[in-house]
Every structure is written in structure tokens, then in C-alpha cells.
């Protein structure tokens, strides 16, 4: 009995000092255990004297709980001081200054052509893409534009080939072409991308941006383009009222052709849209001519209908104020932070597509 006694103390003492889960399972297995303190103690039952082994019996079970219970509130000790140690070791320091995180913007233009597509998709036109490098038929030829014209020297070519068969695109309107080609009228469509002419200065750069925009049924007149371009104007420079003016000119696969401008005026050294006497050129447009449906094998005694071709830069130095169109392509990080966009900003005149 005194045996047991002592291993009770003596665990007892040791369980009291601090130790971690292994040494505590180490205790556990010293104890209880197949060949374990207790579980001996328990083997050697059976030699304990009859009249003594009740209280034998009653002492060593009454030891084996202790111990256990000891055993046990020790590892729950255990766990809780890891957790509490976790808690304090990993806590966010609030008082830690952010870290510096560059977040990119979105250019203007990709926000302005954002922006046009927004307002042309709710008036019925949809959005067509088409190659930068083009072939000379789809950028001049179809387009009514033959060999020898002068506007082939006008739009100040890329040529990628001698043959002068591949080139950079001078403008959006070979998407024009592309389009009516893969299907059959009407049309209702807007195109943007970038264009190229060899041209550099305050507002011209080699590469640059249009949107053209197509519209063919079969009684498109000029008064539908004029409204339609109407519209667009208010909307992207959200204003209730613009000036206009449709100055003929000539494009070769327009008929009639019209460049079109609007009215503004400075104040205080800035642009204001729709008021005052000075006029902006912003577009050319036209009536579809005749030639260019027929390369495209639509028939124009039966389909007619508008085209035009918006400088998607200038509308954008306009919105937003940007005088040098160099700026937007020489890649100055401190300019884009200046004038690009939030990219969780939604366009403002963006009404979502439930409308
Ligand atoms: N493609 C013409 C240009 O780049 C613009 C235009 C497009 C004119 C469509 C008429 C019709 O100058």
C-alpha cells in the first residue's frame, strides 16, 4: 500500500510541474500502461492478503482516478496555454502603418471607349472588332478608295510589304466591310480600335483611336444620322443641349459626306461643350455610297443607310480636359495616376443592361 502511495506522490509532484503533451503522454504510459505503475499494481491484486484486499482494491482505484483526473485537467492546462499563447503571438497589430500597394488605373481611353460603347449599345448597335494589320482591298479598295486615288497618299499609309499589300489600318471603316461580308442586312453596329497614320504632333500620334459606327436598313436617311450622332454627343458629354454643324467634305465611300463639329467655349482656359462660338471637328460620316454595298454584295436599290468615323482620343481630351494627345501613349505612370480611372468606377452615364 505505502508503495502505491508513493507513486501517487510522486506523480502527483511531477504532474505539477510544467510540462508539455509529450511528456504528460510519456507519464500516462509510465502509469497506465500495459506494464504501468497502476496497471502492475492492479495485476498484483490477487496476492493481497482476503481480508485486506477490499481496502487494497478501494485505496488503488481512488489513487488511479486522482491520477487520472490530474492527467487530464494537466493536458486540457496544456492546450488552453497554446491557445492563449496563438492568440497573443498572432494578433493584428492595428497600429502598423498600411503598406504601400500600387493600384493600377484604367486609361482614359479604354474609359472612353467604355463609355461609347455603353451609349451606342442602348440605342441598338452592337460591338464588331477587326484586325489592325489589314490587307490594302479591305482598308481602301472595297471601301471605294481604287489604286490611284489620292486619298491612298491622304491617310499617310504603314505599308508592312513592298507589294503594298499588308498594311496598318488607316481607319475603322474596313470593319465596315468585314462585317457586311460575314452576314446579311440590316446593319446596326459600332466598331473601336486603333488606327495608324505616319502623323506626330500636339494632336496627332501614329497610333491612335476611332469608333465606326454603321447603320444599314432599308430606309436609313441622313436625318437618322444626324439624331443618332445628336444623341451620342449629349450622352458622352453629358449635357442637355450641343451645337452642331455637318460641313460637306468627301470621303470616297461616303455619299454625301459630312465632317461634323461641335460648338464650345473656353472658360477659364477650359473647354466647355455645347456653348459659345468656336467649333471642334470630332467626326467624318456620310450616306453608305452606292460601290461600297455592292462590293459587299448588298444590293442598293434595296439597303442604305449611314456610316461615320469619331476620333475616340480627342472626345476623350475634350471629357476630360487633356491637351496633348502624346501624353496618352507615352506610358508616364505619374500621368496615368493623374488622369486614369478607378477601376471599380462605373461609367457615369452607364445605366446597366437591365434598361
Ligand atoms: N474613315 C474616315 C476617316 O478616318 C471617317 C469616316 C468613317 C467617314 C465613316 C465617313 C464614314 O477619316
Not at 55 to 81: P, Y
Not at 192 to 220: A, C, N, W
Amino acid at each position: 500500500m505505502s508503495d502505491i502511495k508513493k507513486i501517487k506522490d510522486d506523480y502527483l509532484g511531477k504532474l505539477s510541474c510544467e510540462l508539455n503533451l509529450d511528456e504528460v503522454n510519456q507519464i500516462k504510459i509510465e502509469l497506465f500502461g500495459k506494464n504501468g505503475l497502476i496497471s502492475n499494481s492492479f495485476k498484483e491484486l490477487g496476492s493481497v492478503q482476503s481480508e485486506d484486499r477490499k481496502k487494497f482494491a478501494s485505496d488503488l482505484n481512488f489513487i488511479k482516478d486522482e491520477l487520472q483526473e490530474k492527467i487530464n485537467s494537466k493536458i486540457q492546462e496544456i492546450e488552453i496555454n497554446e491557445i492563449n499563447s496563438k492568440l497573443k503571438n498572432e494578433k493584428i497589430d492595428v497600429t502598423l502603418p498600411e503598406r504601400d500597394i500600387n493600384q493600377g488605373k484604367i486609361h482614359p481611353v479604354s474609359q472612353v471607349i467604355d463609355e461609347i460603347s455603353s451609349i451606342f449599345s442602348e440605342i441598338g448597335f452592337s460591338v464588331e472588332e477587326g484586325p489592325d494589320v489589314e490587307n490594302q482591298h479591305y482598308n481602301f479598295t472595297a471601301l471605294n478608295t481604287p489604286d490611284n486615288h489620292p486619298a491612298r497618299d491622304m491617310h499617310d499609309t504603314f505599308y508592312l510589304d513592298d507589294k503594298k499589300e499588308l498594311l496598318l489600318r488607316t481607319h475603322t471603316s474596313p470593319v465596315q466591310v468585314r462585317t457586311m461580308l460575314k452576314s446579311k442586312p440590316p446593319f446596326k453596329i459600332i466598331a473601336p480600335g486603333r488606327t495608324y497614320r505616319s502623323d506626330s504632333d500636339q494632336t496627332h500620334s501614329p497610333m491612335f483611336h476611332q469608333v465606326e459606327g454603321l447603320h444599314i436598313d432599308k430606309d436609313i436617311n441622313m436625318g437618322h444620322l444626324k439624331g443618332c450622332l445628336n444623341y451620342f454627343i449629349k450622352e458622352f458629354f453629358e449635357v442637355d443641349k450641343i451645337q452642331m454643324r455637318f460641313r460637306p467634305s468627301h470621303f470616297p465611300f461616303t455619299e454625301p459626306s459630312a465632317e461634323v463639329d461641335i460648338g464650345y467655349e473656353l472658360k477659364d482656359g477650359k473647354i466647355v461643350i455645347g456653348e459659345g462660338d468656336k467649333w471642334l471637328e470630332i467626326l467624318g460620316c456620310g450616306m453608305v455610297h452606292p460601290n461600297v454595298l455592292k462590293n459587299v454584295n448588298v444590293n442598293p436599290d434595296k439597303y442604305q443607310g449611314y456610316a461615320f468615323g469619331i476620333g475616340i482620343d480627342r472626345l476623350g481630351m475634350l471629357k476630360y480636359g487633356i491637351n496633348d494627345l502624346r501624353a496618352f501613349f507615352d506610358t508616364d505612370y505619374r500621368w496615368l495616376n493623374h488622369f486614369g480611372f478607378d477601376p471599380l468606377d462605373v461609367p457615369s452615364n452607364y445605366r446597366g443592361l437591365s434598361r
